[in-house]
């Protein structure tokens, strides 16, 4: 039997140990979880059953442990716990920006990236998995196994991380911000439409538009909705003239962001 382990419950980590455990990937028992301030793990433990610990406890008794903490704290983390990074262990790492090779140089365990989404809370996440040519196909399969379990995992080149995770990852916080500014102007279009009801009306929409996006490609929902010589043609005409030059300006900022704090990581000692 496989236990596992999570190193920083915050956001992610807590989602997580909360999604793995309602959908049954993994047995409560065999779940150890830590945090720097212990309550956030104590409350997983209260709320799941699982097993709040320190950090070498939960190092040592899993198998496979999942770093869930911030790129900057992540090289603390693994010095602290090294002693129990032993080659017969699976180190995950859910930190953007932290290659590797990094990782395998500060310790002697197998090991991969993953990053989820926030959907997978619902069990509907992209799980983007970089596995380095240590691992195992028991790996490959263990990890498939379990991010199945809350949505869909994809693996991908490390190369291919930042632009992916973008999409994956920082996406439903972009499409919320795009809709956003769309229920915005309606509201301001004649003082007629309340705004939270133009929210309100997005958020149906896209729920529906995503269940409709199960099985039809972006072009053949376009395709349905927006008839020739109709009003949707018109507006799809501005969103193509205007959107290139939005994305492209995201790509640089995000990609300018992942190069500092690549840089950063960079600087630490080690
Ligand atoms: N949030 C997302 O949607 C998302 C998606 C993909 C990838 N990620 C990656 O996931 C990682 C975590 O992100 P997050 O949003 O969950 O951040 P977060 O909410 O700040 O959580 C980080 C957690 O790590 C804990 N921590 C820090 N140092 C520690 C240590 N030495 N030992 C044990 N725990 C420690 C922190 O504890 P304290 O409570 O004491 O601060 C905090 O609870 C990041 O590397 C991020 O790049 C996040």
Known sequence: MTDFGIIGTGHLGSMLAEASIRRGAIEKERLWVSNRSQKKALRLAEELGV?????????????????CVR?????????????????????????MDFPLSRIQGLCQARTARAIPS???????????????????????????????????????TEEQLDVLSD?????????????????????RR????????????????????AALLEDMSFDELIFMVATEGGITEEGIRVIKAHSQELFRSLFLATSARHRQVKDGIGDLKG
């Open 190 to 209: 004649d003082g007629k439409i309340d705004r939270g009801q133009a929210e309100k009306l997005i958020r149906k929409t896209l729920i529906g538009t």
């Open 71 to 95: 790129p900057m704290d992540l090289e603390e983390v693994i010095s602290e716990i090294h002693e129990h990074l032993t080659p017969d262990k699976l180190v995950v790492s859910m930190a």
């Open 118 to 156: 926030i959907a997978s809370s619902k069990g509907l996440g992209v799980t983007l998995l970089v596995l380095s040519d240590d691992a195992s196909e028991d790996d490959r399969s263990q990890l498939f196994r379990l991010f199945r379990a809350i949505g869909w995992p994809v693996e991908v």
């Open 167 to 187: 999409l994956t990852s920082c996406g439903p916080a972009y499409i919320c911000a795009l809709l956003r500014e769309f229920a915005l102007e309606a509201s």
């Open 51 to 67: 097993r709040a610990a320190n950090n070498h406890e939960v190092a040592k008794r899993s198998d496979i442990i999942f770093l």
